[in-house]
Nanobody, 123 residues
């Protein structure tokens, strides 16, 4: 079992930056692909970014490429999402997710989820 707790969301103006963190419990964090998804009101949950268990590979949604960066610190059991050049369209609840030793990018493939952290970007 993996428990995930996100933090770092908030209300910012367009163009600003935020850093989201996701702290994971358990001793096998380094065996999990970690990902971020987001869900805006009235919309489905969508993939944002993923990082392989080893940290050797990352992948991003086209809408965030060049602006967001995912990273992980396996010694701290934590995954991060750096959000730069934020836009109002980035407003959503951001969820951290984990899956064991698989390189996948759809929400249905992920077994463990955090409670989410709200990111609101104003104009």
């Amino acid at each position: 079992q993996v428990q995930l707790v996100e933090s770092g969301g908030g209300l910012v103006q367009a163009g600003a930056s935020l850093r989201l963190s996701c702290a994971a419990s358990g001793r096998t964090f380094s065996a999990y692909t970690m990902a971020w998804f987001r869900q805006a009101p009235g919309k489905e949950r969508r993939f944002v970014a993923a990082i392989k268990w080893s940290g050797s590979s990352t992948d991003y949604a086209d809408s965030v490429k060049g602006r967001f960066t995912i990273s992980r610190d396996n010694a701290k059991n934590t995954v991060y999402l750096q959000l730069n050049s934020l836009k109002p369209d980035d407003t959503a609840v951001y969820y951290c997710a984990a899956v064991f030793l698989r390189w996948v990018f759809t929400a249905q493939e992920y077994n463990f989820w955090g409670q989410g952290t709200q990111v609101t970007v104003s104009t």
